[in-house]
C-alpha cells in the first residue's frame, strides 16, 4: 500500500524559509508517470495548489516542475530517487503562509488523460510566526 | 484562473438521505473535474475522476455527473461515514483549483 507522509518544522520565523519532505513508502517514486505535488490550507480557508513535480521512467521528462504563479518566486518543489522522497521549499515567509501542508500524487486516467490527486499525506501544520 | 464555485456551502442531511452537491467552474473544463472527501486530520479521498468516473474502492452510493462548468456529486443514500466536507477541483490547466468545500453535517 503506498503512503505518503509530510515531515518539516512546524514552526517558521516570518522572512525564513519553510523546508518540508514527504516521504513516499510502498512503491518506487519513479515509477509510472505522477506529479508529486504540494498542497496547503489555511486556517477556515480552501485547498491551494502549489505545484507539483513530474517522474516518470522516462528520464528526459523527470524533474519538470510547475508552480502556481501567486507562489512562483518564492517555490521550489524537488525530488530525491535515492531517498524516495520529494521536497518543498517556501522562502520569505510570512504569517499568511500559515497552513496546513499536504503531499500528494496526481495520478492520470489510462484513458482521456485525466490527471487527479489519488494518494494524499495526512497533512502537517506550519505556522510562521516570531 | 479557473474558478470553481461549490454549493451549498453546508448541509445538514440525516442517513439514508440522497445528497446532491453542486460545482460550477468559470469556463468550460470538459470533464476535467475531480471530487474529493475530507475528514478531520485525515489524508482527503478521492471519490470521482473525469466527471464521473468512480476511485477504485469508493462505495457505489457515489457518483458524478457533468461536463462543460456544471456538475454534481450525488451520495445516494447518506451512511454515517459519509459525514465529511466535500470538495471539487480541476485539472483542466495549471494552477489547478479548488472549490471552497460543502460540509455535510448531521441533521
Known amino acids: 500500500q503506498v503512503q505518503l507522509q509530510e515531515s518539516g518544522p512546524g514552526l517558521v520565523k516570518p522572512s525564513q524559509t519553510l523546508s518540508l519532505t514527504c516521504t513516499v513508502s510502498?512503491?518506487?517514486?519513479?515509477?509510472?508517470?505522477?506529479?508529486w505535488t504540494w498542497i496547503r490550507q489555511p486556517a477556515g480557508k480552501g485547498l491551494e495548489w502549489i505545484g507539483h513535480v513530474y517522474t516518470s521512467g522516462r528520464a528526459y521528462a523527470s524533474g519538470t516542475t510547475n508552480y502556481n504563479p501567486s507562489l512562483k518566486s518564492r517555490v521550489t518543489i524537488s525530488v530525491d530517487t535515492s531517498k524516495n522522497q520529494f521536497s518543498l521549499t517556501l522562502n520569505s515567509v510570512t504569517a499568511a503562509d500559515t497552513a496546513v501542508y499536504y503531499c500528494a500524487r496526481g495520478g492520470i486516467s489510462w484513458t482521456g488523460g485525466y490527471w487527479y490527486f489519488d494518494l494524499w499525506g495526512r497533512g502537517t501544520l506550519v505556522t510562521v510566526s516570531s | 484562473d479557473i474558478q470553481m464555485t461549490q454549493s451549498p456551502p453546508s448541509l445538514s442531511a440525516s442517513v439514508g438521505d440522497r445528497v446532491t452537491i453542486s460545482c460550477r467552474a468559470s469556463?468550460?473544463?470538459?470533464?476535467?473535474l475531480n471530487w474529493y472527501q475530507h475528514k478531520p486530520g485525515k489524508a482527503p479521498n478521492l471519490l470521482i475522476y473525469a466527471a464521473s468516473s468512480l476511485q477504485s474502492g469508493v462505495p457505489s452510493r457515489f457518483s458524478g455527473s457533468g461536463s462543460g462548468t456544471d456538475f454534481t456529486l450525488i451520495i445516494s443514500s447518506l451512511q454515517p461515514e459519509d459525514f465529511a466536507t466535500y470538495y471539487c477541483q480541476q485539472s483542466y490547466d495549471t494552477p489547478y483549483t479548488f472549490g471552497q468545500g460543502t460540509e455535510l453535517e448531521i441533521k
Open positions: 510502498g512503491a518506487s517514486i519513479t515509477s509510472g508517470s505522477s506529479h
Open positions: 469556463q468550460s473544463i470538459s470533464r476535467f
